[in-house]
């Protein structure tokens, strides 16, 4: 046991001990950080050179990542609209764009309505939707503080009536909505308008078929208050293609309105798709027609007012803005000569009423139009002697 230890001491003991580092020739030492040699300048720049090609590197190809992502949503979103056509129809009605925001439609007095009243209908048992009623301005005083009841008797006075066809997004409570009203209200007209079944706080899923039901559901309501005093139609956007469609409903049962007014109109859905801003992406992509239009065909969307106007029995007022960029100006002129044309028109009055680029009145500002009230008087004529 004493040999084997001791030959183990005497092993360890004869490791030669570790040169110090400074005795290498060989081996360099790095200098401590922040105390760079003499030749630490020579060696900076290099670096800081190679480090900024990383970096214009990297900048490339973050930028190539963004772009080919989007590629990506641009190729895909065609194909989603394709294969889930009820996109598509969402992008029709927008009914769930709700502008403006944290509106109580229950309140039309907190827009400075406060000659309106605000209640429910049923169309169709099981559900509502959501109505309002603006007397004229001549009765302003004597509305103050009433009920429903006070609203659907005054009917029957003799201002006439208008019953007020929305366009999409929105509600019936929409800023220049509410500002048209108050300029047909001052012209001495009752203004009726209504949500449809989907927007607002209306009940039900908007459709084509279910906007058109709905309004003729209170056209007839209407038409048994006002007995014979003068009824109009009156639609915008959208609401140009319901209103297309409810009078030559109405003209094909012999009972036409009074008039129809066709503010911002378009002749059908897939050409006013096509010319739609939100369609300028897409709109020379090969197979556009297939992607998009077909979608909105395969949802039962047509809103055809250059075939409807073939079947309309009664005066037409087409007004349309050069500046509109969503509903394009050359669509309104391009209904109006279809409406000229039409055997079922004539013999009642059509005319075409354009505001210039310069005025500025767009897509939804024509209310705006000191002429407006000319423009009216002179188309209904006789038909209503209260308007100013």
């Known amino acids: 046991m004493r040999k084997r230890t001791s030959s183990l001491t005497a092993e360890h003991d004869s490791v030669p001990p570790a040169a110090p580092e400074d005795s290498d020739p060989?081996?360099?030492?790095?200098?401590?950080?922040?105390?760079?040699?003499?030749?630490?300048?020579?060696?900076?720049?290099?670096?800081?050179?190679?480090?900024?090609?990383?970096?214009?590197?990297?900048?490339?190809?973050?930028?190539?990542?963004?772009?080919?992502?989007?590629?990506?949503?641009?190729?895909?979103?065609?194909?989603?609209?394709?294969?889930?056509?009820?996109?598509?129809?969402?992008?029709?009605?927008?009914?769930?764009?709700?502008?403006?925001?944290?509106?109580?439609?229950?309140?039309?007095?907190?827009?400075?309505?406060?000659?309106?009243?605000?209640?429910?209908?049923?169309?169709?048992?099981?559900?509502?939707?959501?109505?309002?009623?603006?007397?004229?301005?001549?009765?302003?005083?004597?509305?103050?503080?009433?009920?429903?009841?006070?609203?659907?008797?005054?009917?029957?006075?003799?201002?006439?009536?208008?019953?007020?066809?929305?366009?999409?997004?929105?509600?019936?409570?929409?800023?220049?909505?509410?500002?048209?009203?108050?300029?047909?209200?001052?012209?001495?007209?009752?203004?009726?308008?209504?949500?449809?079944r989907g927007w607002g706080d209306s009940d039900g899923s908007p459709s084509e078929g279910g906007m058109t039901a709905d309004s003729l559901f209170m056209y007839h309501r209407l038409k048994r208050a006002v007995a014979n005093k003068p009824l109009y139609v009156w639609g915008h956007s959208l609401g140009t293609g319901v209103a297309t469609n409810l009078v030559r409903r109405l003209s094909d049962t012999g009972s036409p309105p009074d008039a129809l007014v066709l503010e911002s109109p378009f002749t059908n859905i897939r050409e006013e798709a096509r010319s739609h801003p939100f369609s300028m992406v897409y709109r020379y992509l090969p197979g556009f027609d297939w992607f998009f239009l077909d979608a909105i065909s395969a949802n039962d969307i047509r809103f055809a007012s250059d075939e409807n106007v073939n079947h309309i029995s009664c005066p037409v007022l087409i007004l349309h803005a050069e500046d509109d960029s969503v509903v394009p100006f050359h669509l309104g002129r391009k209904l109006y000569a279809a409406a000229a044309r039409?055997?079922?028109?004539?013999?009642?009055?059509?005319?075409?009423?354009?505001?210039?680029?310069?005025?500025?009145?767009?897509?939804?500002?024509?209310?705006?139009?000191?002429?407006?009230?000319?423009?009216?008087?002179?188309?209904?004529?006789?038909?209503?002697?209260n308007t100013q």
């Open 26 to 196: 060989a081996v360099k030492r790095c200098p401590p950080q922040g105390k760079a040699g003499h030749g630490a300048p020579q060696g900076t720049d290099p670096e800081k050179r190679m480090a900024k090609s990383f970096k214009r590197l990297g900048l490339a190809g973050k930028v190539k990542r963004i772009l080919m992502w989007i590629l990506l949503v641009y190729f895909c979103i065609p194909v989603l609209v394709k294969l889930c056509p009820s996109i598509q129809a969402k992008l029709v009605f927008l009914n769930f764009v709700r502008l403006p925001y944290f509106i109580d439609l229950k309140r039309p007095s907190d827009h400075g309505l406060n000659h309106t009243v605000n209640y429910y209908l049923e169309p169709e048992s099981g559900f509502k939707i959501g109505v309002w009623h603006t007397v004229p301005a001549q009765m302003w005083a004597e509305a103050q503080g009433k009920d429903r009841d006070w609203y659907d008797a005054a009917l029957l006075s003799p201002h006439p009536v208008i019953l007020y066809l929305h366009g999409n997004a929105g509600t019936r409570g929409g800023d220049h909505r509410v500002q048209l009203y108050k300029v047909l209200s001052s012209f001495g007209y009752h203004v009726v308008t209504f949500d449809y």
């Open 342 to 385: 039409s055997k079922s028109l004539s013999g009642h009055k059509v005319q075409f009423i354009p505001f210039q680029a310069s005025l500025g009145y767009k897509h939804k500002f024509i209310y705006r139009s000191p002429e407006l009230p000319h423009i009216l008087s002179d188309f209904f004529g006789a038909l209503h002697p």
